[in-house]
């Protein structure tokens, strides 16, 4: 039997959706309203309603499947999924600012991309492993396929390259092992390889950390196998070692990047020049913003990728901090419904799926946001329901679609 919370439109988390992808048209069109003359944001916001029609649609359908059938699916889902991400590599074209990036595939003139659709698919897998499991993860050991089941979609998308889409599979990672039931010293212990590589820039800060790692290590001691604590030092003295070659074998733009999130004046008409204007649009704003369509950076196309990876900043000048603080109330309202349906969910699986998708998006809205304002550096990712991109959104209201589905059925 399926038991409905009420009425589909009266479900919070489809109503803040709504109200999110509305407000994301909007942000969309206000974009396209220049002093100069572009043609590139041009009608875009007209193309993001028809998606949202479209993503609506595709939710009314996807949020009556039966939870017994998208278990069915994971795995065959999963296995298509990654075998889409292959011939990406090979036959796939980038588009607009990404036009460096394999990312998109076209198929009878509708250009999609394959990346979003294995989030999901890889979101479904993961909880579907994680729900056989009559215990919670104890040991590294218990998370390894779990691991690798997210490691080959992330290394085919890192392949790509698409680092900001690659981060979404770090995010759904986590997020479902910690729904799981994993101790937290594992997670960290699992995380701290990534750490260490990002700690390397320093060797007297990474030699620091290796010994805090140690300790930890010892601490934790009585719940790891021998071989489990090697592993993990073993596997951050490896990310230190490789961290030099890593950085020279970067493309010039890329370390270009990560220099300018530390000083953006290095660069400042060409790698620094995003994060300079997006910091400006955003501190101009103020308290209450210079009004709908009124950003002075965004109307003289000072601001780069406003449509997309950049939309926030448009927030942050036209409504200033407390418009930003309501599109961020917003967002944590979403996650806060997300969660308590995790809980209430009726199945194991439900919930692992739930806190999966929960992952997707919190890393967007956490490295989109966060690099409007310099706290993290530029990866190109875009903000749920607010920036344009058909395939996103429709993407997203799939998988909320799915989450309905499986958080209210208690078959």
């Given amino acids: 039997m399926r038991t409905l919370f009420g009425p589909l439109w009266?479900?919070?988390?489809?109503?803040?959706?709504?109200?999110?992808?509305?407000?994301?048209?909007?942000?969309?069109?206000?974009?396209?309203?220049?002093?100069v003359s572009s043609s590139v944001t041009q009608g875009l916001w007209m193309r993001q309603a028809v998606f949202l029609g479209v993503s609506i649609a595709g939710l009314l359908i996807v949020s009556r499947i039966p939870l017994r059938w998208f278990r069915w699916a994971a795995l065959p889902a999963y296995v298509l999924?990654?075998?889409?991400?292959?011939?990406?590599?090979?036959?796939?074209?980038?588009?607009?600012?990404?036009?460096?990036?394999?990312?998109?595939?076209?198929?009878?003139?509708?250009?999609?991309?394959?990346?979003?659709?294995?989030?999901?698919?890889?979101?479904?897998?993961?909880?579907?492993?994680?729900?056989?499991?009559?215990?919670?993860?104890?040991?590294?050991?218990?998370?390894?396929?779990?691991?690798?089941?997210?490691?080959?979609?992330?290394?085919?998308?890192?392949?790509?390259?698409?680092?900001?889409?690659?981060?979404?599979?770090?995010?759904?990672?986590?997020?479902?092992?910690f729904w799981a039931g994993t101790p937290w010293p594992l997670i960290l212990f699992a995380a701290s390889p990534g750490l260490g590589l990002i700690l390397a820039f320093s060797l007297r800060v990474w030699a620091?950390?290796?010994?805090?790692?140690?300790?930890?290590?010892?601490?934790?001691?009585?719940?790891?196998?021998?071989?489990?604590?090697?592993?993990?030092?073993?596997?951050?003295?490896?990310?230190?070692?490789?961290?030099?070659?890593?950085?020279?074998?970067?493309?010039?733009?890329?370390?270009?990047?990560?220099?300018?999130?530390?000083?953006?004046?290095?660069?400042?008409?060409?790698?620094?020049?995003?994060?300079?204007?997006?910091?400006?649009?955003?501190?101009?704003?103020?308290?209450?913003?210079?009004?709908?369509?009124?950003?002075?950076?965004?109307?003289?196309?000072?601001?780069?990728?406003?449509?997309?990876?950049?939309?926030f900043s448009v927030v942050g000048e036209e409504f200033g901090f407390v418009g930003t603080s309501v599109f961020l109330i917003l967002f944590g309202y979403l996650f806060f419904r997300m969660i308590g349906m995790a809980e209430t969910a009726g199945h194991s699986f439900a919930g692992l799926f739930i806190f999966g998708i929960l992952g997707i998006w919190l890393t967007h809205v956490f490295i989109n946001v966060g690099m409007t304002v310099g706290v993290v550096p530029v990866t190109g990712i875009p903000l749920p329901f607010i920036s344009y991109g058909g395939s996103f959104l429709l993407m997203s209201w799939l998988a909320a679609g799915a989450v309905v589905a499986v958080a209210t059925d208690e078959s």
């Fill in 81 to 177: 999924g990654v075998g889409v991400l292959g011939v990406t590599l090979v036959a796939g074209t980038g588009v607009g600012t990404a036009e460096g990036i394999s990312s998109f595939l076209s198929v009878g003139g509708f250009r999609f991309q394959p990346a979003e659709a294995a989030k999901i698919t890889t979101a479904l897998a993961l909880a579907a492993l994680l729900a056989k499991r009559e215990e919670p993860p104890t040991y590294l050991r218990d998370i390894l396929t779990p691991a690798a089941l997210v490691g080959l979609p992330l290394v085919l998308v890192l392949l790509q390259p698409d680092l900001g889409t690659a981060l979404a599979f770090v995010g759904i990672f986590f997020a479902v092992i």
């Fill in 10 to 35: 009266r479900q919070p988390l489809v109503t803040t959706m709504v109200v999110l992808s509305v407000l994301g048209v909007g942000m969309i069109y206000s974009a396209g309203v220049l002093e």
């Fill in 208 to 311: 620091i950390y290796i010994v805090l790692l140690a300790v930890g290590l010892y601490l934790y001691r009585f719940r790891l196998y021998l071989v489990e604590s090697v592993s993990v030092v073993l596997t951050n003295v490896a990310a230190g070692a490789i961290a030099q070659p890593l950085w020279n074998s970067l493309a010039g733009y890329q370390r270009n990047r990560l220099l300018v999130f530390l000083d953006p004046e290095l660069d400042p008409r060409n790698a620094g020049w995003q994060l300079i204007q997006s910091k400006v649009a955003v501190g101009s704003g103020g308290l209450f913003g210079k009004g709908f369509t009124m950003g002075t950076q965004k109307r003289l196309a000072f601001l780069p990728e406003q449509h997309t990876d950049f939309i």
